[in-house]
């Protein structure tokens, strides 16, 4: 049996730490990561190892090299080119016939590889997953099994919506070679993506085996500080090398008078290395050849070897790398990432949350710092599905705008063109201009079309002539906060693997500018109003909409619909009272108070006026809310109820339509009556646009006032929704109130819990058993249709993606049972949020 180690990772969101040093061979305790592996495999067994290389593979031969002192046989292949996982692994493998366990070369783990290997045997398997639990599952795959041990459901690198357990795939598999044989040589071929989803629909007897040994995925810095610290507190099983005094791990020919020098926790020194006196050690990490000046303090960072640190100086929760010099009575903040062959002057500052680049100089009593101060949020995620928020002018300044620019710009391609608008709000207006700077110097050339709604963005992206665009506004609901929304070149929002690569970029902060020659250029162009108009108004039936001559109100909330639509309504001969129909960025946000009262100022001038209909567009143009012709307002899941019952009534050769998973069952019930299928998506724009692709949906609602009709356009247009409804209003004879009260009523209950990211995941595995026996949906949290034999009847469980919270909504034929159900399962949440 053969053991494989991928070690071809690049390392990129390691910069600059990686900079110099391929991955696997970061020091980790002073050794490279990769050692650590393959000591864990030796201890196992497993000492015919082969390591699949790609990037800089000399560093890594030149060290382990045929394996012998490290007592193991080391083999290396070398790929031409990227495979994917699973396809590196075949062409390591090729002409093998026999079984293999796989690991990578950049985790800390100190799994039990033989109780694992004996469970594969005892299962029959043809591959096993080493799976383990996290307190963050996102970035991992989560699995679920059977009683059995086979794996039932796997899903990659999940939204919160979709992390129905906290088990999840750590990357350690064993394979027999006739699974291996499934792989195509030499092609890109993906174990998550690919071979694992293939096993499940074949049932090929894929099992997971769950360990509770410590494993850590050292992905990012701050995961590679934690490791170091999580051995300094004895939490892995890891060989130390030195001599121990106390606490403290000596290197051979290091000189230390422990008598004078402070040291405190667990401390670590390599060999050859001298500690001066006086000097205050905590909790850290020195690599070899290493010198410490007298009076110096260093806490809980790592430090490579070949560092000179003078005297008196302060370095605390940092990694410097390799040959740095860091000058007396210098001051390192934390979180501060060094790259090998800095020079750091005497008296220097270097402020918390810095990276420098190999061999930059810091001249002597410089004060260095960043124009922009990261939060903790900034080093944890950027982007919130397709959006970047952040406080107006606080995280969202100049500095940032112009960095995110140029992070995109690197990853779109100099050479190519994005789109870029806003609202009429100054900090989106001054965002939207340092956005514009970063693409430029990135080479990217630029179309500015200034203040229009979303719609028209995706309108103007969707002629397929530029490579992405970008909309800033100021945040809909909270008005101190500062949206960036970033979208794909077919005017979808960015999908989630762009928004990450995007995110490398931009934290590696290692993307190139464009030479003089070839920085962007910036224009103008004039005719996107003009195409849009003419799209919209061929496809809707205007003469039915002329003949009815609608009354409407219509509440612009002062965004940029009110300077489209009114020239649009003009062939509809409608008769329309405006309100707040002129641009005023100060009044953007509403709150709820402000928009509650908004729509009951909708209600009482229909109902003065005795018109049919009250409209706010909200001020991004996308969203829609309603009064009907009795005054009374639609919340937004009733809204989306009419509006399919309306397209329904008036598209009767339709044949699904699709909602999220977090509508009303009224939807189930209506698609029962018109016998049409009901898609479930989760509870995204994304997935609504996802949605419109297919071509047999005519029409995807959402439950935030956004709709979609696929014969127009696959992304929500307010305007175009109100238009839509004047349409099948007309065709049908019938007004808002009338299709309402047509309509079966379900009642809703919801509830929200408390729970901190850590603990949502175990609360996602106990939802899943706890409903395991019962009918449930999984697109976007779990959905349990309790089985009482009435139709409606369900409740659902879905963690909160951008808050530490979880929230219960039921539904029932009447409220009490509704609010019954909800406490029941809120108390549920509860119990399973507090288990130890």
């Known amino acids: 049996?053969?053991?494989?180690?991928?070690?071809?990772?690049?390392?990129?969101?390691?910069?600059?730490?990686?900079?110099?040093?391929?991955?696997?061979?970061?020091?980790?305790?002073?050794?490279?990561?990769?050692?650590?592996?393959?000591?864990?495999?030796?201890?196992?067994?497993?000492?015919?190892?082969?390591?699949?290389?790609?990037?800089?593979?000399?560093?890594?031969?030149?060290?382990?090299?045929?394996?012998?002192?490290?007592?193991?046989?080391?083999?290396?292949?070398?790929?031409?080119?990227?495979?994917?996982?699973?396809?590196?692994?075949?062409?390591?493998?090729?002409?093998?016939?026999?079984?293999?366990?796989?690991?990578?070369?950049?985790?800390?783990?100190?799994?039990?590889?033989?109780?694992?290997?004996?469970?594969?045997?005892?299962?029959?398997?043809?591959?096993?997953?080493?799976?383990?639990?996290?307190?963050?599952?996102?970035?991992?795959?989560?699995?679920?099994?059977?009683?059995?041990?086979?794996?039932?459901?796997?899903?990659?690198?999940?939204?919160?919506?979709?992390?129905?357990?906290?088990?999840?795939?750590?990357?350690?598999?064993?394979?027999?070679?006739?699974?291996?044989?499934?792989?195509?040589?030499?092609?890109?071929?993906?174990?998550?993506?690919?071979?694992?989803?293939?096993?499940?629909?074949?049932?090929?007897?894929?099992?997971?085996?769950?360990?509770?040994?410590?494993?850590?995925?050292?992905?990012?810095?701050?995961?590679?500080?934690?490791?170091?610290?999580?051995?300094?507190?004895?939490?892995?099983?890891?060989?130390?090398?030195?001599?121990?005094?106390?606490?403290?791990?000596?290197?051979?020919?290091?000189?230390?008078?422990?008598?004078?020098?402070?040291?405190?926790?667990?401390?670590?020194?390599?060999?050859?290395?001298?500690?001066?006196?006086?000097?205050?050690?905590?909790?850290?990490?020195?690599?070899?050849?290493?010198?410490?000046?007298?009076?110096?303090?260093?806490?809980?960072?790592?430090?490579?070897?070949?560092?000179?640190?003078?005297?008196?100086?302060?370095i605390s929760s940092d990694v410097i790398g390799s040959k740095c010099s860091i000058g007396e009575k210098a001051v390192i903040a934390e979180n501060v990432f060094i790259g090998d062959g800095c020079w750091i002057g005497r008296g220097a500052r270097l402020s918390a949350n810095i990276k420098l680049w190999p061999e930059k100089v810091v001249e002597e009593g410089a004060v260095l710092t960043r124009s922009l101060v990261w939060e903790d949020k900034w080093l944890r995620e950027l982007f919130t599905d397709s959006r970047v928020t952040g406080l107006s002018n606080i995280e969202m300044n100049p500095e940032f705008g112009a960095k995110l620019g140029a992070a995109y710009g690197a990853f779109i391609g100099a050479g190519k063109t994005v789109v870029t608008c806003r609202d009429s709000d100054n900090v989106s207006r001054m965002m939207n201009r340092a956005i514009l700077c970063g693409l430029v110097s990135a080479g990217v050339n630029t179309f500015d079309l200034r203040a229009i709604s979303i719609p028209l963005l995706r309108h103007e992206l969707s002629s397929g002539k530029e490579a992405g665009g970008i909309h800033v506004r100021r945040n809909p609901t909270d008005k101190n906060l500062t949206d960036i929304i970033f979208f794909d070149a077919n005017g979808k929002d960015l999908p989630t693997s762009k928004t990450k690569s995007v995110e490398r970029l931009f934290f590696g902060e290692d993307f190139a500018r464009a030479p003089r020659e070839k920085v962007g250029g910036i224009s103008f162009p004039e005719r996107t109003t003009e195409a849009y108009k003419e799209k919209f108004l061929s496809s809707l039936d205007i003469e039915a909409i002329s003949k009815k001559k609608f009354k409407l109100v219509i509440d612009y909330s002062n965004g940029v619909a009110s300077t489209i639509f009114p020239i649009i309504l003009g062939s509809f001969d409608c008769q329309v009272v405006a309100l707040n129909a002129h641009l005023d960025p100060r009044k953007l946000t509403r709150d709820k108070y402000e928009f509650d009262y908004s729509m009951k100022q909708l209600s009482h001038i229909v109902t003065s006026l005795k018109y049919d209909m009250g409209c706010l567009i909200d001020g991004g143009g996308e969203r829609l809310f309603l009064v009907n012709e009795n005054g009374d307002a639609f919340d937004s899941d009733r809204l989306l109820t009419v509006v399919t019952d309306m397209f329904l009534q008036t598209h009767k050769d339709v044949e699904s339509v699709a909602v999220p998973i977090t509508s009303s069952g009224e939807i189930d019930l209506l698609a029962e009556r018109h016998k049409v299928k009901v898609v479930k998506t989760r509870n995204s724009h994304l997935a609504m646009m996802e949605a419109a692709a297919n071509k047999k949906i005519r029409f995807i609602g959402g439950t935030k006032g956004g709709f979609i009709f696929t014969d127009f356009f696959f992304a929500t247009d307010a305007m175009y929704s109100l238009a839509k409804l004047l349409e099948m209003m007309a065709h049908a004879d019938k007004r808002l109130g009338e299709f309402d009260t047509e309509i079966p009523r379900l009642y809703l209950a919801r509830r929200t819990v408390n729970c901190s990211w850590e603990h949502k995941g175990k609360v996602m595995r106990h939802i899943m058993a706890d409903t395991d026996t019962m009918r449930r949906d999984l697109v976007d949290g779990v959905k349990v249709y309790l089985p009482e034999g009435t139709k409606g009847i369900s409740v659902l469980m879905i963690p909160d993606k951008e808050r530490p919270l979880f929230h219960v909504s039921a539904e029932a034929r009447d409220q009490q049972s509704a609010d019954r159900l909800a406490l029941d399962y809120e108390k549920k949440v509860i119990t399973w949020r507090d288990e130890p």
């Not at 193991?72 to 990227?82: E, G, L, N, P, T």
């Not at 996982?85 to 075949?90: E, N």
């Not at 130390?240 to 020194?269: H, K, M, P, Y």
């Open 1 to 314: 049996m053969k053991a494989v180690i991928m070690a071809g990772g690049f390392g990129t969101r390691l910069r600059p730490l990686t900079c110099n040093t391929p991955k696997p061979m970061v020091p980790l305790m002073n050794k490279p990561m990769m050692a650590h592996i393959v000591a864990l495999l030796k201890k196992h067994g497993l000492n015919d190892i082969i390591a699949t290389l790609f990037y800089s593979p000399e560093a890594i031969t030149g060290h382990f090299g045929d394996g012998s002192a490290l007592g193991v046989k080391m083999q290396y292949v070398r790929a031409d080119a990227d495979y994917g996982t699973a396809g590196s692994v075949r062409n390591a493998t090729k002409g093998m016939n026999e079984r293999i366990l796989i690991i990578s070369g950049d985790v800390l783990t100190d799994f039990d590889l033989t109780a694992a290997l004996r469970y594969h045997e005892a299962r029959k398997a043809k591959a096993t997953i080493v799976l383990t639990h996290a307190k963050n599952p996102l970035q991992f795959g989560v699995v679920i099994t059977g009683e059995d041990g086979k794996i039932t459901r796997f899903l990659e690198k999940p939204s919160w919506g979709e992390v129905f357990s906290d088990t999840i795939n750590t990357g350690i598999y064993i394979i027999e070679p006739d699974i291996l044989e499934m792989i195509p040589y030499r092609q890109d071929f993906d174990f998550s993506k690919d071979l694992f989803p293939l096993m499940l629909r074949q049932d090929l007897g894929l099992y997971g085996y769950t360990t509770d040994g410590y494993w850590r995925d050292i992905g990012n810095l701050n995961e590679y500080q934690d490791a170091h610290m999580d051995v300094l507190a004895g939490t892995v099983n890891v060989d130390l090398t030195g001599l121990q005094s106390g606490n403290a791990f000596i290197g051979e020919g290091t000189r230390i008078d422990l008598g004078t020098v402070q040291v405190s926790g667990r401390v670590i020194v390599g060999r050859n290395c001298t500690i001066g006196e006086g000097s205050k050690i905590s909790n850290s990490i020195i690599g070899d050849n290493s010198v410490i000046g007298p009076g110096s303090i260093i806490t809980n960072s790592v430090i490579w070897s070949d560092v000179v640190v003078g005297h008196n100086s302060e």
